[in-house]
């Protein structure tokens, strides 16, 4: 054969097997996407869902609207690193991607209302209870699908 029939068939080859590799998502793909909702995971735990549950949101309380407006920063944070987990799930064929992904537009859009809510110095105690239930509902599900989404902890800017 002449190196460039042999040429021709290995990009050939090449080609044809491309589209193979990708059904699947790398280790890389994956440890980003869960490193992305670990880091959302932690800024919702951390800056909403505990001082909610230490009762810092309500009225009266110590430094209450430092800590709504606090909430609300984190839960941007959140939403961006949900919309980043968003944009790996577009056009893959990974069953665990895609179905983690399904579950995430609805998730991002209430963690930006909410947030945008809470940034006003505006409480919105029904929003956070949903976004309490999402979280577990993604956190059971890729527990379920054998890979657990851990808290990351990522510094915020300004908190």
Known sequence: MTRLRTS???AGALLVAAPAQQAQATV???A???FHLGAAYYAFN???WKPYRQYKFQVGAPGQRANIV???LALGFAAYQVNAAIKMTRNTQDPFLQKIG???PGFGK???VVGSD???GRFNEAGIHDLNRRMNTLLNTAQDQGQPIRPVAVPIPGL
């Open 8 to 10: 021709v068939l290995l």
């Open 28 to 30: 890389a793909e994956k």
């Open 32 to 34: 980003k996407f869960v």
């Open 46 to 48: 951390t800056w909403v």
């Open 70 to 72: 606090k909430a609300g």
């Open 102 to 104: 399904s579950l995430l």
């Open 110 to 112: 209430s963690l930006g």
């Open 118 to 120: 809470l940034q006003r």
